[in-house]
């Protein structure tokens, strides 16, 4: 199976300041018709998993221009430009281009 | 919106069996994949299966085939089974839409099963 590997595991953020969360997977993404399948899930305390970015850099509708997904390959980052109180909670990848799909232990930001 | 609403029994005794449900609302069921997935407690998320709108199933190597995931096409549902659980299927499961251009997109609010005698 595809490794996903997240860091940080914790994330304490001032607010109004930048965070960034790296996923970086065992292999490559890159499927064979072209598309990268990786997936950005905000979960906040109490809620199911809600999709920020699709397919590593497609913001979901609704989603604050704040966040922004890059990367390539086997490389992948989630940026929050200024974190707000809204923003805690556990943060996730999910590769969707190899059988089984897998995902990362997650993030947990919270607020300083 | 597309929302996905889940039921099913949240306290089993081992060897007993899971059965959940997961209800779609506000968008089409063709065209789409509709999959489970579970958290135990205390660890990762795990990709159970998923099910197309035809009714072809693919599941987790990982879990050897113990879960079966069926759909009812009449009533926008589908379903997950697993036989004889132990107290290592203790997790919250959740049902998850996929699409094939995107990938994953909406999740059920999930459901806690705990297995224990």
């Known amino acids: 199976d595809v490794v996903m590997t997240q860091s940080p595991l914790s994330l304490p953020v001032t607010l109004g300041q930048p965070a960034s969360i790296s996923c970086r997977s065992s292999?490559?993404?890159?499927?064979?018709?072209?598309?990268?399948?990786l997936n950005w899930f905000q979960q906040r305390p109490g809620q199911s998993p809600r999709r920020l970015i699709y397919?590593?850099?497609n913001r979901d509708s609704g989603v604050p221009d704040r966040f922004s997904g890059s990367g390539s390959g086997t490389d992948f980052t989630l940026k929050i430009s200024r974190v707000e109180a809204d923003d805690v909670g556990v943060y996730f990848c999910?590769?969707?281009?190899?059988?089984?799909?897998?995902f990362g232990q997650g993030t947990k930001l919270e607020i300083k | 919106q597309v929302q996905l609403q889940q039921w099913g029994a949240g306290l089993l005794k081992p060897s007993e069996t899971l059965s959940l449900t997961c209800a779609v609302y506000?968008?089409?069921?063709?065209?789409?994949?509709w999959s489970w997935i579970r958290q135990p407690p205390g660890k990762g998320l795990e990709w159970i299966g998923e099910i197309s709108h035809s009714g072809s199933a693919n599941y987790n190597p990982s879990l050897k085939s113990r879960f079966t995931i069926s759909l009812d096409t009449s009533k926008n549902q589908f379903s997950l089974r697993l036989a004889s659980v132990t107290a290592a299927d203790t997790a919250v499961y959740y049902c998850?839409?996929?699409?094939?251009?995107?990938?994953?997109?909406?999740w059920g609010q999930g459901t806690l099963v705990t297995v224990s005698s």
């Open positions: 506000g968008g089409a069921f063709s065209g789409h994949y």
């Open positions: 292999q490559s993404l890159v499927h064979s018709n072209g598309n990268t399948y």
């Open positions: 998850a839409r996929k699409t094939q251009r995107d990938g994953v997109d909406y």
């Open positions: 397919k590593v850099s």
């Open positions: 999910i590769q969707g281009t190899h059988w089984p799909y897998t």
